[in-house]
């Protein structure tokens, strides 16, 4: 047993000074535990050294010259099993040779089994391990029994050789010359591919005459399986195509690649892929799951789809945060200065956001409730949703709903389809990293519906506080606790959301900002984060106060701040232009700059104008995005009595113009209109901006005031606007939208708003700074219109005088 790492350690042992080993004990062995091989007597197997203390233990054996002891262990994922995690009967073998690779450090050694051993206990006191032990040898004593079974082995094993692919003649001879029944039998016993608990049965047999029956009947078994596979390849092996000849060859590659010890990156990755499930903290149940899914992945081939899918899912599983992270303390005196740092005005929202972080510093185990920012673009909606994290100190992460219009895209593929993925609930948990992160879902009134499914409906699991807890994404394939996140919904308005979603949620209105609250904003936020994109600072330009107030009346007309904020990064641009150029410059910008900078005005005071006319009256309308003056322009031409409408007029609308007209005849004696009137002429009933379309029933007193004006031929007041809904009785109905209506009377220059009576109760939500500029009549018939808006009108009363 003289090798070259033999030689190399002997030299080594010499030329150094340390003393001489201590000898081993009599009648033991150093052992060498393997997992799922047995070694017979005089087979000849390739083993790998794995361990640490593997390694100790056989180089100490090479250096001593000694044989090993190979024994099964009983559990083949123990690394280093302990003297009762190992079978009792094992193999003495010799070490013929003993490798050690240099590229990835592994040791490999050639070892011939010379006969069996029982452990008797282990050898204490020493580096490495060893035991005593029993040798056993085998009984030479034959018989008839015996010697039938024997001629019927050798003819069993000529038939399944012959079965064997690519097997010669050469394996038959030798097996005909083994003239001893036992090892006959372990030689058999060898070749044959049966579990290694079958083989260690086997091993452990030593009647030889029981031994030989067991491996007839492991023989037999193999013969028909390997009759029937030949079979099978027969009737199949027409049909292969070159895909599976090159699936079958890199099995092949893969058995000889294990077999030299080669395969150790794919070892590796999934070593550190168990190591991971360990590490995540699982749930009991989907820490199963995926210990059962990574045994599929090692039995998977490496070049398979199914083992690069099995791989991702695995990575995914393991990069989740299954457990809570510990949370800090909510300090409402912080969260409120976050609240005030970032945001101006919005008071009764940010007060709603401190009440909803305060009951959960009071009771961070309860069902807050889901919070839905409703309001038009540009009014810090998704700004908000960062802002509740910073007060929270929890990760963020932004979920884009708008244009979804499959249901896939929240509860994920499944993993049978190629290209599947997880859903857009899990990819956002897993950014975070964290379980308990603030998640914004923007747009949620955006969500589609298409022939794959409703993604508004799949959303009805994730923000219940009573199904989320288990939510199952069908990529993932196990349940998710999604009760810590902190979900935030954003939406422009409240009608495209489905009713079921909406009633999970509780809505918060954002309003548009005034005239001053868009001054401050520009001046707080905007004018420096602009300053600071285009590269320049405050000595180099300023922005006067003017010049602001000036972008915000004639360059932009909107609820939020967003188009303000691209008009002052134009003209910083403009100004980074000249300071590129000449590094001296230095600019004030003032009102008058603006038209050379943004071009002329985009935005005129055509109240006065358009009002100047009998029949044409400013009404206000809400939009999506705020509110907006809507005009009404009335007009009479010879006819038959028709009303005509244009505009682009919903149904609803439609009918207010009729109701309207239908009041204007009923009360013509009290307005001093001739009735023949509307028997000879058309009315005609026009809203401009026909492009877009136009709908609901609080233009009804405009359209009334625009046809009595018109056929009384008296104009009215041109810095009144009015709304409202009418009824055939001339009562004025409450409407909704008033604060995004008279916020857009204020941006259009009207300081007189004429409003239902019964909508008083929503001037509270209007801005003080607004109400205060305004001035509100409250109607409750359609006489109050008329009489506030065209007999107090001073171009009426100078022509009657």
């Known amino acids: 047993m003289t090798t070259d790492s033999s030689k190399r350690l002997e030299t080594e042992t010499q030329g150094s000074e340390t003393p001489s080993p201590s000898p081993l004990p009599k009648d033991s062995l150093i052992l060498l535990p393997v997992r799922n091989t047995v070694l017979f007597p005089g087979m000849v197997l ?237 749930p009991p149940d ?137 859903g857009n609930i899990i990819q956002a948990i897993r950014k975070a990293g964290a379980r308990n992160c603030v998640m914004l879902l923007d747009e949620l009134d955006k969500l589609g519906h298409g022939v794959h499914g409703d993604p508004s409906a799949a959303m009805l699991e994730v923000l219940d506080p009573e199904q989320n807890r288990s939510f199952r994404d069908n990529y993932l394939g196990v349940p998710f606790d999604l009760s810590a996140v902190v979900f935030i919904a954003t939406a422009n308005q409240a009608e495209g959301i489905a009713g079921p979603l909406r009633d999970r949620m509780e809505m918060l209105d954002l309003p548009g900002y005034t005239e001053a609250e868009k001054f401050q904003i520009a001046r707080r936020f905007l004018v420096p984060r602009q300053l600071k994109a285009c590269g320049l600072t405050e000595a180099q330009c300023e922005l006067s106060d003017d010049a602001i107030r000036s972008i915000i009346r004639d360059y932009t007309r909107e609820a939020g701040v967003r188009s303000l904020e691209r008009q002052i990064g134009a003209v910083f641009r403009y100004v980074a232009l000249r300071v590129a150029e000449d590094q001296t410059t230095r600019e004030r910008i003032e009102p008058d700059n603006l038209p050379l900078i943004l071009g002329h005005r985009r935005f005129e005071n055509e109240v006065a104008m358009r009002t100047s006319l009998p029949g044409v009256v400013t009404g206000l309308a809400w939009t999506p995005v705020g509110g907006d003056l809507l005009f009404i322009e009335a007009s009479s031409s010879p006819g038959n009595g028709r009303l005509v409408l244009t505009g682009q007029l919903g149904d609803v609308m439609k ?56 056929f009384m031929g008296k104009p009215v007041r041109s810095d009144c606007a009015v709304t409202g809904e009418i009824s055939l009785r001339g009562v004025v109905l409450p409407v909704g939208g008033i604060k995004e209506k008279v916020l857009a009377a204020l941006r259009g220059g009207i300081r007189t708003v004429l409003l239902p009576s019964r909508n008083a109760v929503d001037l509270e939500d209007i801005p003080v700074d607004a109400r205060d500029q305004m001035r509100f009549v409250l109607l409750k018939t359609v006489d109050d219109a008329l009489r506030e808006i065209i007999d107090n009108n001073p171009a009426v009363v100078n022509n009657a005088a």
């Not at 282990?122 to 034959?142: C, K, M, N, W, Y």
């Not at 599929?296 to 299954?322: F, H, N, Q, V």
């Not at 008071?347 to 009771?363: A, C, P, S």
């Not at 007193?701 to 625009?706: D, I, L, R």
Request: aromatic share 4%; with cysteine; charged share 25%.
């Open 655 to 710: 009918e207010s113009a009729q109701a309207a007209l239908t009041l204007v005849k009923s009360r013509c004696d009290s307005l001093h209109i001739d009735s023949s009137a509307f028997e000879k002429r058309d009315v005609h009933i026009h809203v401009p901006a026909g492009a877009v379309p136009k709908d609901g029933p609080s233009a009804g007193v405009a359209m009334f005031v625009a046809i009595a004006s018109l």
């Open 286 to 422: 989907v820490e199963k799951h995926a210990r059962k899914e990574l045994a599929r992945l090692e039995r998977a081939p490496e070049g398979s789809s199914e083992y690069a899918i099995g791989m991702s899912y695995l990575e995914l599983l393991t990069e989740l945060p299954w457990t809570l992270p510990p949370e800090a303390p909510i300090d409402i005196a912080r969260a409120r200065g976050v609240l005030e740092e970032a945001h101006f005005g919005l008071e009764k929202v940010k007060r709603r956001i401190l009440e909803y972080l305060g009951v959960r510093k009071l009771n961070p185990a309860g069902n807050a409730p889901i919070l839905c920012f409703l309001g038009p673009p540009g009014v810090g909606k998704t700004s908000l949703g960062q802002s509740i994290a910073r007060a929270l100190e929890r990760p963020f992460v932004r979920v884009s709903l708008g244009g979804l219009h499959d249901e896939s895209e929240i509860r994920g593929h499944r993993r049978t389809y190629i290209g599947a993925m997880p």
């Open 46 to 282: 390739p083993l790998r050294a794995d361990t640490a203390q593997v390694k100790e233990d056989v180089q100490e054996a090479v250096k001593r010259q000694l044989p090993l002891g190979i024994v099964l262990q009983r559990d083949p994922q123990v690394t280093d099993p302990p003297f009762d995690g190992l079978h009792t009967v094992g193999t003495v073998a010799n070490v013929l040779r003993y490798l050690t690779n240099s590229q990835d450090g592994s040791h490999h050694l050639v070892c011939q089994g010379v006969g069996r051993f029982r452990l008797i206990a282990p050898v204490d006191g020493l580096d490495f391990r060893a035991a005593h032990v029993e040798f056993i040898s085998d009984s030479t004593q034959t018989d008839a029994a015996i010697d039938a079974r024997v001629l019927v082995l050798r003819q069993r094993a000529g038939e399944m050789i012959a079965l064997l692919p690519n097997a010669g003649a050469d394996l038959v001879k030798a097996l005909d010359a083994i003239e001893s029944p036992g090892l006959l039998a372990d030689t058999v016993a060898g070749l044959l591919d049966i579990p290694p608990e079958h083989k260690q049965d086997i091993l452990e047999t030593l009647d030889i005459c029981k031994r030989l029956d067991k491996v007839l009947d492991a023989i037999a078994g193999r013969i028909e399986v390997l009759r029937l596979s030949l079979e099978i390849g027969e009737q199949t092996r027409g049909r292969l195509d070159e895909r599976q000849r090159e699936v079958m060859l890199r099995e092949q590659l893969k058995t000889i690649q294990n077999e030299l010890g080669e395969n150790v990156e794919r070892q590796e990755e999934l070593k550190q892929l168990a190591e991971a499930v360990t590490v995540a903290h699982m």
